[in-house]
């Protein structure tokens, strides 16, 4: 057998495997989605057929078939203008969801946003889908970016916010030129019972960033079915550390492979250039941490990134958002390029 399509079935396989576990263990909750909220619609296109997806994976053809003359990125950003994300300190869904719903009125062919699900709190786990005008994100580079799994993380939120608003009218060349070769799935408030109280845990009082695998609860569930079916190229999972954690310098941990490596060095380098100390590492251990259960268990490239959380230290929130928004477009910038 030829070592591409070798590679191209074992992949399937992974993928099947990966649907059928989540599946089995996901049944259950969605039903609970459904009872908790009538507003819970997911709306994600199924998965593209898996021919599609290796005829796309598969370089020769891909060439053959790229035009011939490379049109430059549009640098002229079209669209209706779109405020800056609620800059409150607690970053609240309640002051951060009508921004986000805003955005797909706004600019309907580039940004959909899927309600997830229903938490046991009465909040909704609220994702924006964007790509380039009207291009369906199964013909590009697809990263799924997860902030604020714990609600005393808020800087999480507000990277991932402006992260948004930059992806949609930065126009910066370079950004533009990775914005129309990327789609991006973003959850700014994975944990929203968490972050509505600024608090760690969930409703339930568990740490969701412990509960990839035991699926303990109603988010994680909601989460590993949705990025498992988007079947991202990238995860980045947006965290903070805390005054009281040990260690606490800022940080890319790369799991999942070569891409995983390449992109936190990349997201440190970044950083460093706008003068924020980031270091780049890789760790295999405990996989019920989302990145490495994606890295680990399935091989689906993702990093943790951790900046500092410091409230009532002068100038410590602009360098966290700062650092995890320069990290975000590293990582965007490795993803689109392969
Ligand atoms: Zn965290």
New binding site residues.
């Given amino acids: 057998m030829h070592f591409s399509s070798f590679r191209r079935t074992a992949r399937s396989r992974a993928f099947l495997w990966c649907g059928a576990g989540l599946l089995s263990v996901l049944s259950a909750s969605e039903v609970r989605a459904q009872q908790l909220s009538p507003l819970a619609a997911p709306a994600l296109e199924p998965p593209a057929p898996l021919e599609e997806q290796q005829e796309e994976d598969d370089a020769p053809f891909a060439r053959v078939r790229r035009p011939a003359r490379i049109t430059r990125p549009a640098l002229i950003v079209r669209g209706v203008p779109i405020s800056a994300p609620p800059d409150g300190f607690y970053q609240t869904p309640e002051e951060i969801e009508p921004w986000l719903l805003d955005l797909s009125r706004l600019r309907p062919t580039q940004v959909k946003t899927r309600i997830l699900g229903a938490t046991l709190g009465g909040n909704r786990i609220v994702a924006l889908e964007i790509t380039p005008s009207g291009v369906s994100p199964w013909k590009l580079r697809r990263l799924a970016v997860l902030c604020r799994?714990?609600g005393n993380?808020p800087e999480s939120s507000a990277s991932g916010a402006r992260f948004i608003r930059e992806f949609l009218t930065s126009s910066e060349p370079k950004k533009r030129a990775v914005a129309q070769k990327t789609a991006l799935l973003i959850v700014p408030i994975a944990n929203p019972d968490g972050a509505a109280l600024y608090r760690r845990r969930t409703e339930e009082n568990i740490d969701m960033?412990r509960d990839w695998g035991p699926f303990r609860t109603q988010e994680t569930r909601v989460l590993a079915n949705w990025i498992g079916a988007w079947r991202p190229h990238l995860i980045v999972d947006v965290?903070?550390w805390l005054p009281k954690d040990r260690q606490n310098e800022p940080m890319a941990e790369a799991s999942g492979g070569a891409l995983a490596r390449r992109t936190a060095a990349r997201m440190a380098q970044n950083s460093a250039r706008r003068g924020y100390a980031l270091s780049a590492r890789s760790r295999w251990g405990l996989d019920t941490l989302s990145h490495r259960f994606w890295g680990q268990k399935f091989k689906i490239p993702a990093i943790l990134l951790e900046t500092r959380h410091r409230p009532g230290v002068a100038g410590a929130r602009e360098a966290a958002i700062g650092t995890s928004l320069a990290a975000l477009w590293g990582a965007a910038e490795t993803v689109s390029r392969k």
């Fill in positions: 799994q714990h993380e960033n965290h903070q």
